[in-house]
């Protein structure tokens, strides 16, 4: 079992910049992939960044130049930096994890994160 806390959402005006945190916990010795999804209000939940273990990454295209992903193997954690931030990121954010071993995605709870115009 892996457990994955986001921390860093918030309210932020239109440009602004916010960094998302995702640490992980529990079995972290099998982690390969990790990430970002997101959902907005009435929209179907959408992934927006990934990084292998090595720290390959991949953006969806509204985001790229704008966001970047990275993680700390060490510490278990994973971060979205978020810069020139559109009222359309608006939405929740949730990390994920994906085992090696038994292919399972882990998910955290999700951290709200509003853009004002």
């Known amino acids: 079992q892996v457990q994955l806390v986001e921390s860093g959402g918030g309210l932020v005006q239109a440009g602004g910049s916010l960094r998302l945190s995702c640490a992980a916990s529990?079995?972290?010795?099998?982690?390969?992939?990790m990430g970002w999804y997101r959902q907005a209000p009435g929209k179907q939940r959408e992934w927006v960044a990934g990084?292998?273990?090595?720290?390959?990454?991949n953006y969806q295209d509204s985001v790229k130049g704008r966001f970047t992903i990275s993680r700390d193997n060490a510490k278990n954690t994973v971060y979205l930096q978020m810069n020139s931030l559109k009222p359309d990121d608006t939405a929740v954010y949730y990390c994920?994890?994906?085992?090696?071993?038994?292919?399972?995605?882990?998910w955290g709870q999700g951290t709200q994160v509003t853009v004002s115009s």
């Open positions: 994920y994890s994906d085992d090696r071993l038994t292919h399972r995605r882990y």
């Open positions: 529990g079995s972290v010795f099998s982690i390969n992939d």
């Open positions: 990084i292998s273990s090595s720290k390959s990454t």
